[in-house]
């Protein structure tokens, strides 16, 4: 904890703060001090703002709650790269003090029974029956810290949630939860009183994903959406994602991108990951297990769920539905007569899925590509149980460009701006 001061302003936190923040303009101040909880921030100039948002962030002053009357603010959601690197700035100034008192006393900074405690972040995961918090969750063997279930339930913690904490050493070499710092950016506080994906009201989807889209497909792809990408093999969505992927990153760097990749050729996929560098890629190719792949979409779309839920927007491209489809036929013990056709539970659990291409009322979305190999067994079928859900359809030729065909469409297209 920081302690106060007699004069706040003394505090090298709140220095550090007011330097950091002193880079930006007047209106990317507001939306920060909308979402750190300043009173009225677009009344108030930068240096103001500057002062209040660093003087909560340290504890000074306490926080208002938003109001929840009049129209809702444009852009309100800051940048997830500035709400990031201020947590950051709290964890290196923490672990400076430790440090230092580490220095002064000549014994280890600890808490508890004298155990070691640093600083960690990464993505809340459920694996191998215990939930972690994992620094790579798409590596093998990644580090991670350990925590209760009780935690999760006590602090509204949900799969996908990417935490900065501290964490201590236990004796035999594992590590636990000390205390949290942000979840998705959020402070304490904040975090606990997330609403649910699932909960907020959708809306629809009315603002271009990217501008100048002619130049990749003939149809409008909104911020929200679910599309169904149709292809003849899976290698053809590969460069489509690729130009997809390049338009959001110049449109909008700071909205992450997550592909997930099922059942490609080993060499396929290494080569798409390195087309896709600002993208966050999820592999499960032919040699991984039905539970790998479930698990990779899983991860990707909580992932994706939690951001949009602070107000942000996220994009996941899931390649594919049928090879996601044949990894839950699997685990579901189907091992035998999967090839046949799906399951109820296969249908419910791929329809939910693919429901969660959303735009929310309020900020935030997910929008949701999610590829159809026609060479697969199951696509016509699959495609059958979809029908009416997506709002968006992309037919793709060898190669991965539009099929020359007019049989792309999107519905809504109206409404979209």
Known sequence: M????????????????VAYLSSFGVHVLRNVGREVGVSRPAAKNKDVLIQEISAILIGEIPPIER?????????????????????????RYEKKERALEQAQTGFTVSTGNAK????FVGTLVFREGENRIEEDPTLKNSPYVSLSEEDVRRMNLRPGDLIAC????EGNGEASLDRLVTVCSLTVGAYEKRKHFEDIPPAYPDKLLFPYQEEICSVKIAKGQRAIVCVNEKRDGYPFMKRISRQIEMASPATPVFAVLLDGRAEEVFACKEKLPGAIVFTAGAESTPEQKVFAVT???ERAKRIAEVGYDSVVFLDSLPSYAKALAMTE??????????????????????ACGKNLRGGGSLTLFAFVDQKNSWSEQLLSFLDG?????????????????PRSYTLY???IQ
């Open 116 to 119: 070691e405690v640093f600083s």
């Open 413 to 415: 297209a109206e409404n």
């Open 299 to 301: 991860l990707a779309l």
């Open 389 to 405: 859900m997506e709002n968006c359809k992309i037919f793709l030729q060898d190669g991965g460009e539009e099929s020359k065909e």
């Open 2 to 17: 920081i302690e106060r001061k007699e004069n706040f302003r003394d505090n090298p936190l709140y220095g550090m703060y």
């Open 166 to 169: 501290y964490a201590k050493k």
């Open 333 to 354: 013990g189907n091992r035998e007569g999967w090839a046949l056709s799906p399951s109820p539970f296969v249908v419910s659990r791929v329809e939910n899925a693919f």
């Open 67 to 91: 109001s929840k009357r009049g129209a809702p603010v444009k852009e309100e959601a800051p940048d997830p790269a500035i709400m990031q690197e201020l947590s950051n700035i709290r964890l």
